[in-house]
């Protein structure tokens, strides 16, 4: 079954950059590639529900970002490494909680909502505190 694992969760400083990783694993041939899946990133602060963040499409072509977030946050990904990124750039104390990335097997259907997804990981937490 399809894995998803995060990474580059930190303690970082008001102002300070973070760049997330979503790599992907366990691909059989039910599963397909990477270049099936759209991706999104959500996160979740103490006390808030899930909120979705970026989401991009198998091919790139197409990407949406959270109006909170446009101009700081940044994704992108390369299918040949099965990896998804998420720069953080001026981060501040409500970008803290735990950030998690998911798929859905619509290629090309950006999506921010997290009932759109599949597949989940386990997430990773940001915290952004002076």
């Known amino acids: 079954q399809l894995q998803l694992v995060e990474s580059g969760g930190a303690v970082v400083e008001p102002g300070g950059s973070l760049r997330l990783h979503c790599t992907a694993a366990?691909?059989?041939?039910?599963?397909?590639?990477?270049?099936?899946?759209?991706v999104g990133w959500f996160r979740q602060a103490p006390g808030k529900e899930r909120e979705g963040i970026a989401s991009?499409?198998?091919?790139?072509?197409?990407?949406l970002i959270l109006d909170s977030v446009r101009g700081r946050f940044t994704v992108s990904r390369d299918n040949a490494k099965n990896t998804v990124w998420l720069e953080m750039n001026g981060l501040n104390s409500d970008d803290t909680g735990i950030y998690y990335c998911?798929?859905?097997?619509?290629?090309?259907?950006?999506?921010?909502?997290?009932?759109?997804?599949?597949?989940w990981g386990q997430g990773t937490q940001v915290t952004v505190s002076s």
């Open positions: 998911a798929a859905h097997r619509t290629p090309e259907w950006c999506s921010l909502r997290p009932a759109q997804y599949v597949y």
């Open positions: 991009i499409t198998a091919s790139s072509s197409r990407s």
């Open positions: 366990g691909f059989t041939l039910d599963e397909g590639a990477m270049d099936e899946y759209t």
